[in-house]
């Protein structure tokens, strides 16, 4: 049959042509992303189809693409409605190409024409592959618009023809279905869900394997990370750990889409409780998340960063386990990287190393972690900065004595000292803390007067008189506290007055008590 | 357990997109009400001025110095460790002498900041790159690198500019319409003078030729009329240098202003937290205190300065500051009268003494005295009996106080 022909001779081409015009594609598949990002309107988890990777080049930029204005809708309705192959494979790929075109897309259009059933009933036509193609290709188009459309798709009945598909012997075919189902599980936890339970993920797993090209694989690294990702509820532990293994897998592979979504979806898994974080370590992925933190491709470092920076929220052990893996050498570059949410990140899983214990604390002096700590306190912006604090005040409440020495020695204390005038104020509430965590340090040794001078030197005192005029009842507290613990003049405040009958007896306020050099 | 999740949720499609930035800021100060109501406490400063311990400290101090461990005792870092000897503090007491005086913050302390740095071995960079940007025209501009001049001269300029740094952004944050012309004089002034310090003691292969040689541990008066000769009797010895700056910068002469009890007052409060540092107030930075003499008591047998304070519910209230005399009348019974320190001089407190008036020593400094308090301190109950509390320098000031009311009284 013509229809059988006209698959063969793709196929064919398919075969001599696919690794010659790697580069035209790549070209192609970033314009589609391009497009992508200039779509606002659209929802963020899903990407429509521009052009398919593992499809032909000719198809894939026939001319006709541009003149999609010629196809009118009731002439896509007769011929896809009709009971002619050829008819309908004419009428589906014109309602493809209307659904691919870059500005505005008919979706609700070819939606409320009626034509999805016919679509989805394309799908398990296993003797059309064309027809299969064309309609696997419009669904995911479809899909790929907000969660009415995706919802219209999966209503009628698409799913389970799409994982049937992942089977099919046509490579295009089945990533086509790949990515339609990536759409899919974007829309929400609520059809991950569905899609897990069809079984989606043996299906799509068994897709792996040593020959499968890389633009195949990246479209399925991107459907496994939106498999992985939304929380509330978070995916099914089992199905996560389905999907670990093989996401282990492509995180060791060198192409840096695959390694990027690999690195999203780890960093989605690891973002949860504990017992999370713990089936993700377990993989032992640690490691490789280290080494791909300190590369220099932004989109491979974030998320990379962000799976780190949610481990280290974990358990102490968690957090040794990225001690282990070298983390901490990696850190200080990172905190002094050019882009701010890179540093913020940075300082933000220092602040949750530092509130391990003090080993971890030791770990982290050692490693040289305080003077790039101490830079973004003075000059990192304000959302660092605010990590900082953090740090600092975790390090204090946890460090020993010799370590929170270290940490004032480091220039900390002035710095967090300069922060006090800020806007926040939680973060002077932070410091606050931390200047009162390293006077219990101070007393341990004796040296509070010390302390106390030390704070008065680097402009303290007046700072901390000045926060109890902030409008912060709960600021002028803490400020006030502080002064009277530590910096009290023996104020009048604080003399207790007991009345007796020949008249007033006063207590003395407390002495202080001197220090002697 | 002190761990944060994520604040923000990051995925492959927001990761890039511009994070809104969040500004520092300055926090915003509660309304008047609110403070009305508010006990404002004034933390004590222990760094007193002139003093040898500066050096002490720098021996005994194992904990939380500052030095880096790995300079050298010569090298001008470790005279940052610990804590600066001389009053190096930048303050601005004039925030709880609250009797109504211009902008609250006009005042300044008499010994001011000795801009110590405190980041170990890295400080003296950033401090020198600020000298680099803030030198002026008139004065040979500092160079960058710390190592081609003196260490003395780079602690000193470090420590000028830090203190300029600090005095302008704080009093710009507080008055932004304040005239900054006053500091910049008394910028280039320290800074001819730190110039001038440093020359004289390099060698002579330096650009200008020496004029006499001032000793180490200068420490400069901003805003007088006092030239470089005032300066320089200071003992030798490592102590960090520390600058003061005019007082009120949005008036045109700094002192001898009107400004009531701000820059006066400061006289007071500081000295009385400053025992021993009065034989150096002579050539320190503190403003002129002439004023504060002019009204004076003649037939005083004893007079003390003192802070007055009186009972109102349950806590003492201040009543301000002042000299407290004790006169003998025409009728041989003793007077009190407390005078405040200002250029009015109005009296806080005058009252005879009974042979019965109740009379105590309390706490470290004060004596506390219950009468009939004139003028009165609450006009719906004015002749109350009223516990009052006399603050003075030092306990011993207190004991002779109270020895010397319990004697004449009556």
């Known amino acids: 049959m013509s229809t059988r022909d006209v698959v063969k001779k793709r196929v064919s081409r398919f075969k001599n042509k696919g690794k010659d015009l790697a580069k035209l594609r790549e070209k192609r598949v970033s314009e589609c992303v391009e497009l992508r990002k200039a779509q606002k309107n659209e929802s963020f988890l899903k990407r429509r189809n521009i052009i398919l990777s593992s499809l032909p080049d000719e198809e894939a930029f026939s001319p006709e693409q541009n003149d999609t204005l010629s196809f009118r809708i009731e002439d896509i309705i007769r011929d896809v409605n009709s009971n002619d192959r050829e008819a309908q494979t004419r009428g589906c790929q014109a309602a493809r190409k209307l659904l691919s075109k870059g500005n505005d897309p008919p979706l609700k259009e070819i939606v409320d024409a009626g034509l999805l059933s016919q679509f989805v009933s394309f799908l398990s036509m296993d003797d059309e592959p064309t027809l299969q193609f064309e309609a696997a290709w419009a669904l995911t188009n479809i899909a790929s618009g907000n969660s009415w459309h995706t919802h219209q798709v999966v209503q009628h009945g698409a799913v389970p023809a799409l994982i049937n598909l992942l089977a099919s012997p046509m490579l295009h075919i089945s990533e086509q279905a790949v990515w339609a189902l990536g759409n899919i599980a974007g829309d929400g936890p609520g059809y991950r869900d569905i899609l897990i339970e069809c079984k989606v993920i043996p299906a799509l797993l068994a897709c792996i394997s040593p020959d499968t090209p890389v633009g195949y694989l990246r479209n399925l690294t991107w459907t496994l990370s939106n498999l992985c990702r939304n929380k509330m509820p978070c995916p099914p532990l089992s199905a996560v750990q389905q999907m670990l293994p093989s996401l282990i897998q492509l995180l060791h592979l060198s192409d840096k889409n695959i390694l990027s979504d690999a690195c999203w979806a780890i960093s989605y898994l690891s973002d949860g409780s504990n017992d999370r974080i713990d089936v993700v370590v377990k993989t032992g992925i640690v490691p490789r998340l280290v080494e791909l933190m300190n590369r220099k491709e932004l989109f491979i470092l974030t998320p990379a960063l962000r799976a780190i920076g949610n481990i280290v929220s974990g358990s102490d052990l968690h957090t040794q386990m990225t001690i282990d893996a070298g983390v901490l050498n990696v850190l200080p570059k990172l905190l002094r990287h050019p882009k701010p949410t890179v540093q913020k990140e940075a300082a933000w899983a220092l602040s949750n190393i530092a509130a391990g214990p003090c080993k971890q604390i030791q770990q982290l002096i050692t490693c040289g972690l305080l003077p790039p700590l101490v830079e973004v306190l003075r000059n990192g912006d304000f959302k660092t900065q605010k990590e900082a604090v953090w740090a600092v005040t975790n390090f204090t409440s946890g460090g020993t004595v010799e370590q929170v020495v270290s940490l004032v020695q480091s220039g900390a204390l002035e710095a967090i000292i300069n922060l006090l005038q800020v806007k926040d104020a939680k973060v002077i509430l932070i410091i606050l803390e931390a200047i009162n965590n390293m006077f219990i340090a101070a007393e341990k040794l004796g040296e509070t007067e010390k302390l106390s001078l030390l704070i008065e030197e680097l402009g303290g005192l007046e700072r901390i008189e000045m926060l109890q005029n902030h409008e912060n009842g709960i600021v002028y507290q803490a400020a006030h506290d502080l002064i009277e613990k530590y910096f009290n003049d023996g104020d009048v405040e604080e003399v207790q007055v007991d009345s007796t009958q020949t008249g007033f007896e006063f207590k003395a306020p407390d002495v202080q008590k001197k220090f002697e050099f | ?410």
């Open chain 2, 1 to 410: 357990m002190a761990k944060r999740i994520a604040d923000k949720e990051l995925t492959d499609r927001n990761w890039d997109q511009e994070e809104e930035g969040e500004e520092a800021g300055t926090f915003s100060v509660a309304s008047e009400d609110v403070l009305k109501n508010r006990a404002i406490k004034k933390a004590k400063r222990r760094n007193t001025g002139g003093e040898s311990e500066g050096g002490g400290a720098f021996k005994g101090f194992k904990g939380f110095s500052m030095a880096a461990p790995s300079t050298t005792p010569s090298s001008s870092l470790t005279a940052f460790s610990g804590f600066g000897g001389t009053g190096s503090f930048k303050g601005f007491g004039g925030l709880s002498n609250g009797t109504g005086s211009t902008p609250s913050f006009s005042g300044f302390p008499s010994a001011a900041k000795a801009g110590v740095a405190f980041n170990g071995p890295s400080s003296a960079q950033p401090g020198a790159d600020i000298a680099a940007q803030q030198t002026n025209g008139s004065a040979p501009g500092p160079s960058p690198a710390p190592c081609s001049r003196s260490r003395e001269y780079s602690r000193q300029l470090t420590a000028l500019n830090q203190s300029v740094r600090d005095w302008i952004s704080k009093h710009v944050n507080d008055n932004p319409l304040c005239d900054l012309n006053p500091i910049f004089r008394d910028y280039e002034r320290h800074l001819a003078s730190i110039e001038r310090h440093k020359t004289s003691t390099e060698d002579p292969g330096q650009k200008r030729s020496g004029s006499a040689p001032l000793p180490a541990g200068v420490s400069f008066n901003f805003g007088q009329k006092v030239d470089a000769p005032a300066l320089g009797s200071l003992t030798s010895k490592p102590s960090v240098p520390s600058f003061s700056f005019s007082s009120s910068s949005n008036q045109s002469s700094p002192f001898g202003s009107a400004g009531p009890s701000a820059a006066l007052s400061f006289g007071g409060t500081k000295t009385s937290d400053a025992p021993a540092a009065d034989d150096k107030d002579e050539e320190s930075e503190e403003p002129p205190k002439p004023e504060v003499k002019e009204v004076k008591e003649d037939d005083a047998f004893y007079s003390k300065k003192c802070k007055l304070f009186y009972k109102k519910e349950s806590e003492f209230k201040e009543k301000g500051v002042g000299t407290l005399h004790l006169k003998r009348t025409a009728e041989g019974k003793t007077q009190m009268i407390v005078r405040a320190d200002t250029n009015l001089g109005n009296i806080l407190l005058n009252i005879l003494v009974p042979s019965t008036l109740p009379c105590s020593r309390v706490g470290k400094n004060n004596v506390m005295v219950v009468c009939v308090p004139n003028p009165p301190v609450d006009d719906k109950n004015p002749s109350v009996a009223v516990p009052l509390l006399i603050r003075v320098k030092t306990a011993e000031d207190a004991d002779e106080l109270h020895k010397t009311l319990e004697e004449k009284k009556g």
